[in-house]
């Protein structure tokens, strides 16, 4: 009998403490959930010469994660797809695009 009730009250001590540490878990995701957005956003901006950083149209300068997305882009004027966290003025791209606004210059030789 007496074991019986040791081991039931261990049961107890132990089924307590894992739902006390995935209590903790899911605060600490939430926490981070606000640091870094959840939904890729769209931002346009000019990339640094370097990759690392993104200067946006509204003088903004946002640090990039993964700048080897951005190679062959560099100064060029872009519209890139990314995850944001604002706590560490970050970005990680997804998606680049070339900027519609960016001027595409062509030249044709029509013989007559």
Not at 43 to 63: C, M, Y
């Amino acid at each position: 009998m007496k074991t019986s009730t040791v081991a039931a009250f261990a049961v107890v001590l132990l089924i307590s403490g894992a739902a006390f540490a995935q209590e903790k878990t899911s605060a600490a995701q939430t926490n981070n959930a606000t640091a870094a957005s959840t939904k890729p956003l769209t931002v346009a901006g000019q990339v640094s010469n370097d990759r690392k950083t993104l200067v946006t149209d509204i003088d903004s300068e946002w640090s990039v994660s993964n700048p080897e997305t951005l190679k062959g882009y560099e100064g060029r004027r872009v519209t890139v797809k990314c995850y944001v966290n604002t706590e560490k003025n970050r970005i990680q791209v997804l998606a680049v695009k070339k900027d519609a606004t960016e001027a595409a210059y062509s030249a044709r030789f029509d013989r007559r």
